[in-house]
Structures are given as structure tokens and as C-alpha cells.
T-cell receptor
Framework: GAGVSQSPSNKVTEKGKDVELRCDPI?????LYWYRQSLGQGLEFLIY????????KSGLPSDRFSAERTGGSVSTLTIQRTQQEDSAVYLC????????????FGPGTRLTVT | KQEVTQIPAALSVPEGENLVLNCSFT??????LQWFRQDPGKGLTSLLLIQSSQREQTSGRLNASLDKSSGRSTLYIAASQPGDSATYLCAVEDPGANSKLTFGKGITLSVRP
């Protein structure tokens, strides 16, 4: 079956611009995560959606970052007024339910802020 | 705060060698541990997941073990092949409201033909 998909695969933007990154989880998976992978920082958690519950935003690095999940499926991560330190690979993962099972990752979006 | 460590950061072995990749974590109260593979420029591929009640999991030439009390896991790769060259990451799922994964920084494996 189809895995997690993300778009775009690459995004180059100028400092100060807003960007939107999209994630399509595996159908039927109720949990969705965003992570960021930076050189030297490894993978870090950003935000978690589980069903209709309020998202856990504890990993978002600043208020320039926000995310939403529409209809319990597609999610969009928005970064406003991008900074060079936002350059990273943004990975989305889905899970059949929250906790105890495998997380399946998408191919990621490589964001470069110039 | 959970911390996951993978040492060494890089490893180079000749083809055919059996090898062990190590992972350690500071808080033993985990739900599960997952091993991933990442190829350059790609996302993460799940290799094995070990629940906290399990000691090991096997898939083909891969065997992962978990010792929760000592905060350690190993990924054993038998008869390594050049196609195994990739970065291997371990991650633990902690008890809590969000079930997020805490990752190590990975071990970059190179298998020489």
C-alpha cells in the first residue's frame, strides 16, 4: 500500500519568506508526527497529532512554526518569516494509533533558506 | 530527559563481516525501541521494533536485542553486504502523552566490497 508522502521534496526560499510543507499519512493512521533533522542536531520532535485531540506542540522551536491537520488526514507545517537556522530536512511520520507501534516515515522535505 | 547515544558515529567493515551496532539510553522506562535505516538524501526505513516486554526481534540478517534495565540495545547484522551501507538510527518511545521518539544521532556504516 501507499506509504507516507511529503511535498515538496526540496524547497529553497529566501530568508523572511513563509513556507508550507505537506504530509499525507498512511490511510487509517490516526497519529501523525513532524520531526526535524539538522546537521549536527540529529532528529528532533516538533509536533504530534492524535485523532481529534489537541495537538502536542511542545517541540516547536518558536512561534514562527505552526501545523494543522485537516480531517484527521493531511497535515501542513508552516514556517513564517524563515531564518537560515530553519534549514533542515523536515520529516513526517504516521502511526496506526498513538503509541506502542511502529512509526512510518515519509521521504522528507529538504528546506534551504538563503 | 531521555538521551539516546550511538557510538561510534561511523564504522567501516569489509564485506561478509558480522557486526554489532550499539545504542544506549538513559531512562529505562520506555515503551519500545525502534531501529531505522536512512540512505543518503532519503527518509527513514523502519527495520525492527522491540516492545519493552521483549528481549529481541529478528528480520532476515538483522537481529535486535533490548536490555531495558541496563539501557542498551544492539543491532546485529550478519554477513554484511555493500548494500547495507547506510546510517542506522535507534529511537526510543517514552511513556507520556505524545509517544514521540527520541533518536540517537546514528551510526554511518560503510561495507567495503
Amino acid at each position: 500500500g501507499a506509504g507516507v508522502s511529503q511535498s515538496p521534496s526540496n524547497k529553497v526560499t529566501e530568508k523572511g519568506k513563509d513556507v508550507e510543507l505537506r504530509c499525507d499519512p498512511i490511510s487509517g493512521h490516526t497519529a501523525l508526527y513532524w520531526y526535524r533533522q539538522s546537521l549536527g542536531q540529529g532528529l528532533e520532535f516538533l509536533i504530534y497529532f492524535q485523532g481529534n485531540s489537541a495537538p502536542d506542540k511542545s517541540g516547536l522551536p518558536s512561534d514562527r512554526f505552526s501545523a494543522e491537520r485537516t480531517g484527521g488526514s493531511v497535515s501542513t507545517l508552516t514556517i513564517q518569516r524563515t531564518q537560515q537556522e530553519d534549514s533542515a530536512v523536515y520529516l513526517c511520520a504516521s502511526q496506526i494509533r498513538g503509541g506502542y507501534s511502529e512509526q512510518y516515515f515519509g521521504p522528507g522535505t529538504r528546506l534551504t533558506v538563503t | 530527559k531521555q538521551e539516546v547515544t550511538q557510538i561510534p558515529a561511523a564504522l567501516s567493515v569489509p564485506e561478509g563481516e558480522n557486526l554489532v551496532l550499539n545504542c544506549s539510553f538513559t531512562d529505562s522506562a520506555i515503551y519500545n525501541l525502534q531501529w531505522f535505516r536512512q540512505d543518503p538524501g532519503k527518509g527513514l526505513t523502519s527495520l525492527l521494533l522491540i516492545q519493552s516486554s521483549q528481549r529481541e526481534q529478528t528480520s532476515g540478517r538483522l537481529n535486535a536485542s533490548l536490555d531495558k534495565s541496563s539501557g542498551r540495545s544492539t543491532l546485529y547484522i550478519a554477513a554484511s553486504q555493500p548494500g547495507d551501507s547506510a546510517t542506522y538510527l535507534c529511537a526510543v518511545e517514552d511513556p507520556g502523552a505524545n509517544s514521540k521518539l527520541t533518536f540517537g544521532k546514528g551510526i554511518t556504516l560503510s561495507v567495503r566490497p
